[in-house]
Protein backbone atom coordinates (compact mmCIF):
# COMPACT_ATOMS: atom_id res chain seq x y z
CA UNK A 1 0.00 0.00 0.00
CA UNK A 2 1.46 3.22 -0.74
CA UNK A 3 0.36 6.25 1.48
CA UNK A 4 0.33 10.08 0.09
CA UNK A 5 0.09 12.32 3.42
CA UNK A 6 -0.50 15.59 3.45
CA UNK A 7 1.30 17.41 5.99
CA UNK A 8 -0.33 18.55 9.09
CA UNK A 9 0.08 17.98 13.04
CA UNK A 10 -2.36 15.14 13.78
CA UNK A 11 -1.09 13.05 10.54
CA UNK A 12 2.53 13.29 11.47
CA UNK A 13 1.53 10.90 14.29
CA UNK A 14 0.32 8.58 11.55
CA UNK A 15 3.18 8.79 9.41
CA UNK A 16 5.69 7.85 12.91
CA UNK A 17 3.79 4.55 12.64
CA UNK A 18 3.96 4.00 8.64
CA UNK A 19 7.78 4.91 9.04
CA UNK A 20 8.59 2.49 11.70
CA UNK A 21 6.34 0.05 10.11
CA UNK A 22 9.25 0.23 7.07
CA UNK A 23 5.60 1.37 5.14
CA UNK A 24 5.88 3.44 1.20
CA UNK A 25 5.19 6.91 2.35
CA UNK A 26 5.27 10.88 0.56
CA UNK A 27 4.67 13.83 1.71
CA UNK A 28 2.97 16.66 0.40
CA UNK A 29 1.13 20.19 0.07
CA UNK A 30 -1.95 20.44 -1.16
CA UNK A 31 -1.59 23.72 -4.28
CA UNK A 32 -4.31 26.24 -2.85
CA UNK A 33 -7.52 26.28 -5.68
CA UNK A 34 -6.22 23.63 -7.80
CA UNK A 35 -6.18 20.43 -6.06
CA UNK A 36 -3.03 19.18 -7.10
CA UNK A 37 -0.11 17.83 -4.68
CA UNK A 38 3.43 19.24 -4.63
CA UNK A 39 5.71 17.62 -4.74
CA UNK A 40 3.67 15.78 -7.60
CA UNK A 41 3.68 11.79 -5.97
CA UNK A 42 4.75 8.61 -8.13
CA UNK A 43 2.27 6.35 -8.57
CA UNK A 44 3.38 3.17 -8.39
CA UNK A 45 -0.11 1.29 -8.05
CA UNK A 46 -3.07 3.66 -8.67
CA UNK A 47 -5.02 0.45 -7.07
CA UNK A 48 -3.63 0.44 -3.99
CA UNK A 49 -3.21 3.90 -2.62
CA UNK A 50 -4.21 6.01 0.58
CA UNK A 51 -4.35 9.73 1.39
CA UNK A 52 -4.80 11.05 4.40
CA UNK A 53 -5.19 14.96 5.17
CA UNK A 54 -7.58 17.50 3.90
CA UNK A 55 -11.02 16.09 3.07
CA UNK A 56 -10.77 17.67 0.46
CA UNK A 57 -7.93 15.01 -1.05
CA UNK A 58 -10.96 12.94 -2.53
CA UNK A 59 -10.92 15.06 -5.52
CA UNK A 60 -7.18 14.28 -5.84
CA UNK A 61 -7.98 10.70 -5.54
CA UNK A 62 -11.25 10.69 -8.22
CA UNK A 63 -9.30 12.69 -10.27
CA UNK A 64 -6.48 10.32 -10.71
CA UNK A 65 -8.25 6.94 -10.15
CA UNK A 66 -6.21 6.34 -7.06
CA UNK A 67 -8.13 2.90 -4.82
CA UNK A 68 -9.31 3.00 -2.26
CA UNK A 69 -7.89 6.44 -2.31
CA UNK A 70 -10.21 8.45 0.01
CA UNK A 71 -13.17 7.13 1.58
CA UNK A 72 -16.35 9.39 1.34
CA UNK A 73 -18.90 9.52 3.16
CA UNK A 74 -22.75 10.54 2.97
CA UNK A 75 -24.00 13.03 5.72
CA UNK A 76 -25.03 11.08 8.50
CA UNK A 77 -28.15 13.07 9.08
CA UNK A 78 -30.05 11.51 6.43
CA UNK A 79 -29.29 7.37 7.23
CA UNK A 80 -32.77 6.75 8.39
CA UNK A 81 -31.68 4.08 10.65
CA UNK A 82 -29.31 6.07 12.54
CA UNK A 83 -32.04 8.63 13.34
CA UNK A 84 -33.42 7.53 16.27
CA UNK A 85 -30.26 6.90 17.54
CA UNK A 86 -29.23 10.58 16.79
CA UNK A 87 -27.77 13.20 19.88
CA UNK A 88 -28.51 16.55 17.32
CA UNK A 89 -30.30 15.50 14.09
CA UNK A 90 -33.57 13.54 15.18
CA UNK A 91 -35.39 17.15 15.57
CA UNK A 92 -33.03 19.45 13.90
CA UNK A 93 -33.84 22.18 11.27
CA UNK A 94 -31.98 22.06 8.12
CA UNK A 95 -31.54 25.35 5.93
CA UNK A 96 -28.84 27.11 3.65
CA UNK A 97 -26.99 29.47 6.12
CA UNK A 98 -28.72 32.02 4.21
CA UNK A 99 -31.76 31.68 5.46
CA UNK A 100 -31.05 31.61 9.13
CA UNK A 101 -30.71 35.51 8.34
CA UNK A 102 -34.30 35.60 8.11
CA UNK A 103 -35.52 32.04 9.85
CA UNK A 104 -34.04 32.57 13.21
CA UNK A 105 -34.65 36.01 15.45
CA UNK A 106 -31.77 37.38 17.11
CA UNK A 107 -31.62 36.36 20.45
CA UNK A 108 -29.22 34.88 23.18
CA UNK A 109 -30.48 31.46 22.43
CA UNK A 110 -28.09 28.40 21.89
CA UNK A 111 -28.08 26.42 18.78
CA UNK A 112 -25.69 23.80 18.09
CA UNK A 113 -24.35 24.34 14.58
CA UNK A 114 -22.38 22.51 11.65
CA UNK A 115 -22.62 21.90 8.15
CA UNK A 116 -25.13 18.88 6.90
CA UNK A 117 -22.03 17.42 4.63
CA UNK A 118 -18.31 16.15 6.05
CA UNK A 119 -17.12 19.37 4.87
CA UNK A 120 -15.05 21.10 7.83
CA UNK A 121 -16.03 24.26 6.53
CA UNK A 122 -16.47 25.36 10.26
CA UNK A 123 -16.31 22.85 13.32
CA UNK A 124 -19.69 21.65 14.89
CA UNK A 125 -20.47 24.50 17.49
CA UNK A 126 -22.72 26.14 20.08
CA UNK A 127 -23.48 29.26 19.52
CA UNK A 128 -26.18 31.81 19.95
CA UNK A 129 -28.80 32.90 17.35
CA UNK A 130 -27.89 36.17 17.64
CA UNK A 131 -24.49 34.98 16.39
CA UNK A 132 -25.41 32.79 13.67
CA UNK A 133 -27.61 35.39 12.37
CA UNK A 134 -24.71 38.02 12.23
CA UNK A 135 -22.57 35.27 10.43
CA UNK A 136 -25.19 34.57 7.44
CA UNK A 137 -25.35 37.90 6.91
CA UNK A 138 -21.73 38.34 6.93
CA UNK A 139 -21.02 35.35 4.19
CA UNK A 140 -24.30 36.85 2.17
CA UNK A 141 -22.31 40.11 1.21
CA UNK A 142 -19.81 38.35 -0.19
CA UNK A 143 -19.17 37.55 -3.91
CA UNK A 144 -19.04 34.61 -4.52
CA UNK A 145 -15.30 35.33 -6.10
CA UNK A 146 -14.39 36.69 -2.58
CA UNK A 147 -15.09 33.32 -0.52
CA UNK A 148 -12.35 31.57 -0.11
CA UNK A 149 -12.09 27.89 -1.24
CA UNK A 150 -13.61 25.46 1.78
CA UNK A 151 -15.24 28.48 3.51
CA UNK A 152 -18.64 28.63 4.21
CA UNK A 153 -21.24 29.84 1.61
CA UNK A 154 -24.74 31.40 1.37
CA UNK A 155 -25.85 28.16 0.00
CA UNK A 156 -23.48 25.80 2.76
CA UNK A 157 -26.63 23.25 4.14
CA UNK A 158 -26.14 23.44 7.82
CA UNK A 159 -28.01 21.39 10.75
CA UNK A 160 -29.37 23.70 13.50
CA UNK A 161 -30.63 21.30 17.00
CA UNK A 162 -30.76 22.26 20.86
CA UNK A 163 -27.34 22.01 22.43
CA UNK A 164 -27.47 18.57 24.86
CA UNK A 165 -25.65 17.73 28.05
CA UNK A 166 -23.21 14.96 27.56
CA UNK A 167 -20.80 12.93 29.88
CA UNK A 168 -18.23 11.39 28.07
CA UNK A 169 -17.59 11.22 24.24
CA UNK A 170 -15.35 8.47 22.38
CA UNK A 171 -13.92 8.12 18.42
CA UNK A 172 -14.16 4.92 16.88
CA UNK A 173 -12.46 3.89 13.73
CA UNK A 174 -14.41 1.52 11.26
CA UNK A 175 -13.18 -0.80 9.15
CA UNK A 176 -15.01 -3.52 6.98
CA UNK A 177 -18.11 -3.26 9.13
CA UNK A 178 -15.70 -3.71 12.31
CA UNK A 179 -14.49 -1.59 14.74
CA UNK A 180 -10.85 -1.35 14.94
CA UNK A 181 -9.84 1.05 17.70
CA UNK A 182 -11.21 3.97 19.45
CA UNK A 183 -10.56 6.92 21.65
CA UNK A 184 -12.29 8.66 24.42
CA UNK A 185 -11.59 12.48 23.52
CA UNK A 186 -14.00 14.16 26.15
CA UNK A 187 -15.24 13.86 29.83
CA UNK A 188 -17.24 15.60 31.44
CA UNK A 189 -16.84 18.49 29.30
CA UNK A 190 -13.01 18.50 29.60
CA UNK A 191 -10.99 17.55 26.67
CA UNK A 192 -9.03 14.09 27.80
CA UNK A 193 -7.60 11.47 25.23
CA UNK A 194 -7.29 8.40 26.49
CA UNK A 195 -7.37 4.80 24.99
CA UNK A 196 -10.88 3.40 27.04
CA UNK A 197 -14.19 3.02 26.24
CA UNK A 198 -16.83 1.21 28.28
CA UNK A 199 -18.04 -1.94 26.94
CA UNK A 200 -21.66 -0.68 27.13
CA UNK A 201 -20.23 2.26 24.90
CA UNK A 202 -18.49 0.00 22.22
CA UNK A 203 -20.89 -2.64 22.09
CA UNK A 204 -23.58 0.64 21.12
CA UNK A 205 -21.43 1.43 18.25
CA UNK A 206 -21.13 -1.53 16.71
CA UNK A 207 -24.84 -2.30 17.22
CA UNK A 208 -24.72 1.29 15.26
CA UNK A 209 -22.26 -0.08 12.38
CA UNK A 210 -24.43 -3.54 11.53
CA UNK A 211 -27.55 -1.26 11.27
CA UNK A 212 -25.83 0.50 8.30
CA UNK A 213 -23.44 -2.06 7.16
CA UNK A 214 -23.73 -0.36 3.44
CA UNK A 215 -22.45 3.48 4.78
CA UNK A 216 -18.96 2.78 4.14
CA UNK A 217 -15.92 0.68 3.90
CA UNK A 218 -14.24 2.81 6.53
CA UNK A 219 -15.38 5.91 8.32
CA UNK A 220 -15.07 7.17 11.96
CA UNK A 221 -17.80 7.58 14.35
CA UNK A 222 -18.08 9.53 17.07
CA UNK A 223 -20.58 8.72 20.24
CA UNK A 224 -21.19 10.08 23.28
CA UNK A 225 -23.26 9.34 27.06
CA UNK A 226 -26.12 11.24 28.08
CA UNK A 227 -28.69 11.03 30.86
CA UNK A 228 -30.79 9.54 28.26
CA UNK A 229 -27.55 6.69 27.33
CA UNK A 230 -25.80 6.46 24.14
CA UNK A 231 -26.35 8.43 21.47
CA UNK A 232 -24.18 8.95 17.79
CA UNK A 233 -22.68 12.47 17.71
CA UNK A 234 -21.50 12.55 13.80
CA UNK A 235 -19.81 10.68 11.38
CA UNK A 236 -16.59 11.28 9.52
CA UNK A 237 -14.39 10.79 7.06
CA UNK A 238 -11.76 8.55 7.91
CA UNK A 239 -8.93 10.31 6.23
CA UNK A 240 -9.47 13.27 7.79
CA UNK A 241 -10.21 12.29 11.37
CA UNK A 242 -8.28 13.20 13.70
CA UNK A 243 -6.12 10.42 15.62
CA UNK A 244 -6.63 11.63 19.54
CA UNK A 245 -5.72 8.34 21.20
CA UNK A 246 -6.31 6.13 18.92
CA UNK A 247 -4.13 2.33 18.32
CA UNK A 248 -3.09 3.58 14.73
CA UNK A 249 -1.45 0.12 14.52
CA UNK A 250 -4.35 -1.07 14.44
CA UNK A 251 -5.91 1.10 12.58
CA UNK A 252 -3.16 0.70 9.08
CA UNK A 253 -3.28 -3.01 9.54
CA UNK A 254 -6.71 -3.25 9.32
CA UNK A 255 -6.83 -0.78 6.39
CA UNK A 256 -4.14 -2.88 4.57
CA UNK A 257 -6.11 -5.61 5.48
CA UNK A 258 -8.99 -4.89 3.71
CA UNK A 259 -7.79 -3.06 0.52
CA UNK A 260 -4.05 -3.51 -0.12
CA UNK A 261 -4.12 -4.65 -3.78
CA UNK A 262 0.01 -4.67 -4.04
Excluded at 185 to 202: F, N, S
Aim: charged share 20%.
Amino acid sequence: MQWIIQDFEDTRKLGQVLAELGRDVSWHKVVPFVGELTPEPVIRNPKSVLLFGAYSLWKYADSHGLFPGVFRIAPFLYEDVWRPYLLNGSEALVMPLSDCAVRLTPSERLWFLRPVEDSKEVPGRVLPAAEIVALAQRVARLSLEELPIGSLRPDTEIMLSAPQAIEAEWRLWIVAGQVVSYSRYKQAGKVAYVQDIPLEALAFAQKMVALNPDYSAAYVIDICQTADGFRIIETNCINAAGFYAADIKAIVAALEVRFDQG
